[in-house]
């Protein structure tokens, strides 16, 4: 695979000679892996310069705000296409014919349900808990039910237990909101696709018969798809480092479910949405980008910033389009907080601290806004992306266990700690 290759040149006055790699798509890459030979590690906290692992899923072009599924771009998938297909389409590389996406929705509806024990789990919380503990408690526990299916290397249990994964996040993302709500649980509705089928069991109510609106079922398809895949983000990572060790599929995405919840990640969507109500009107827009703008100060604007894109998320392009058409459907398109969000877009992006740094809105800028007016509550936007990016999760899993040679994943450090020292008896300290 190696066409090229880079000498360095090290301190002890050796060379070392690695290979180079040439991609697809994107930059070539430096093969360090004979550096421990040569007693040098590299070094990258926040691995800002390292490709951890080869892909063909998802390719993201920061310069130019490209985002890809297996060569398609987001904009089109998100146009043409629908999540289901695309769950099709990141999990076998092409995009389903007819029969195949029949079959592999009807693979996923053979899955909807979870088992009955599993609603003890809800009743052990709190009803006010966040349903982001909940969804990493209950995904994690899906290993305890369906057992019949964990060994990584059979290639039909990881089949199955990608179908039950696609398939039961979110009913089980649906019971979180229901059990918070002190509503009863919806059961699934195979005879609804799947984002309509989502809506249902989030606000269905015994008491009467009323189908979710399709313009909202229309834009929750949309932000699912937008969310599926994005190259090794910290969740990804993470679901694939604990993949390396042989862990079951299920504990795999429950610690992607855990990794995406911090602020940074996956919680920046409902951060942003108390960002925006915290500036409340468009006036109050300039005292905060000083805020954001404050080395000394915390707050940074969320929903703004990428370690990837250094131009527009075109997600969070698609986004804005995608808000734009469902608070005119609604008719609240002058919604205070889709007004302050548009203000504040258009002042960063002329702010010299933004542009400086490159600083665009991400897919988690609109977001929150589309989501509570679809009526979905803040607390559960989180619980919306990893449902979205289980898909991913799980390809990206595949992908690496797939692998001939799957190695576990076990990172060196600089150690700036104490050289070894002696024992120090109580008496002497
Ligand atoms: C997601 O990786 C992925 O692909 C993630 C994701 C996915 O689909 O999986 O795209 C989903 O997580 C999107 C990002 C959501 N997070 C937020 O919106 C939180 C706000 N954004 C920041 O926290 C930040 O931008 C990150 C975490 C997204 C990226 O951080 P980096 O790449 O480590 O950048 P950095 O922190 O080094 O910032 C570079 C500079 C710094 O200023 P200087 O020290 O150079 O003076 O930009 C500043 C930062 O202070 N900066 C911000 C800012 N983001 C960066 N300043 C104000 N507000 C911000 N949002």
Redesign the pocket.
């Known amino acids: 695979m190696a066409d090229k290759s880079a000498t360095l040149q090290l301190p002890d006055g050796n060379t070392v000679e690695l290979p180079v790699y040439s991609p697809s798509a994107g930059l070539d890459v430096v093969d360090v892996r004979t550096l421990g030979k040569a007693n040098y590690f590299t070094y990258d906290p926040?691995f800002?310069a390292t490709a951890s692992c080869e892909s063909k899923i998802t390719f993201?072009d920061g310069a130019k705000g490209i985002l890809l599924y297996r060569g398609y771009s987001i904009d089109e998938l998100a146009e043409h296409s629908d999540f289901t297909e695309v769950s099709y389409l990141l999990i076998n590389g092409e995009l389903p014919n007819p029969e195949q996406k029949q079959e592999f929705i009807e693979n996923i509806n053979c899955h909807t349900m979870v088992h009955e024990q599993m609603r003890n789990f809800f009743n052990g919380f709190r009803r006010d808990a966040h349903p982001m503990a909940i969804m990493v408690a209950v995904v994690g526990a899906m290993s305890a039910f369906y057992h019949d299916s964990l060994d990584i290397n059979n290639e039909e249990h990881r089949k199955v237990s990608a179908f039950r994964l696609i398939a039961k996040v979110p009913t089980l993302a649906a019971m979180c909101y229901r059990y918070y709500c002190g509503h009863p649980f919806v059961h699934p509705r195979n005879e609804m696709c799947y984002s309509e089928n989502f809506l249902n069991m989030m606000f269905s109510m015994p008491s009467h018969d009323e189908k979710p609106n399709p313009v909202l079922v229309k834009a929750m398809d949309r932000i699912f798809t937008l969310?599926a895949d994005?190259?090794q983000?910290?969740?990804?990572s993470t679901v694939r480092l604990a993949g390396s060790s042989g862990a079951n599929p299920f504990a795999c995405i429950a610690s992607g479910i855990a990794s995406?919840w911090g602020?940074?990640?996956?919680g920046?969507n409902e951060?942003?949405l108390n960002m925006l109500e915290e500036i409340g009107t468009v006036e109050n827009i300039p005292k905060y980008l000083l805020k954001?703008?404050d080395?000394n100060d915390p707050?940074?604007?969320?929903?703004?910033?990428?370690?990837?894109?250094k131009n527009f998320?075109p997600?969070a392009t698609v986004m804005r389009k995608t808000t734009h058409e469902v608070l005119a459907t609604l008719k609240c398109q002058d919604d205070p907080l889709f007004q302050v969000a548009l203000e504040l877009e258009k002042i960063a992006l002329e702010d010299e601290?933004?542009i400086s740094?490159k600083?665009y809105p991400?897919?988690?800028?609109y977001s929150g806004i589309i989501l509570s007016a679809i009526g979905i509550p803040k607390n559960m936007f989180t619980v919306i992306?990893a449902l979205a990016?289980t898909v991913g999760w799980v390809s990206q899993w595949s992908e690496m266990i797939s692998e001939d040679t799957l190695r576990i994943g076990r990172p060196r450090q600089l150690y700036t700690g104490e050289p070894q020292r002696s024992f120090v008896d109580m008496k002497n300290r």
């Open positions: 926040g800002m993201i969310h994005h190259e983000n910290a969740s990804t995406l602020p940074a990640h996956g920046a951060a942003c954001a703008r080395k707050f940074r604007l969320m929903g703004f910033g990428h370690r990837v894109y998320d997600r601290y933004f740094r600083l991400n897919v988690d800028f992306f990016r």
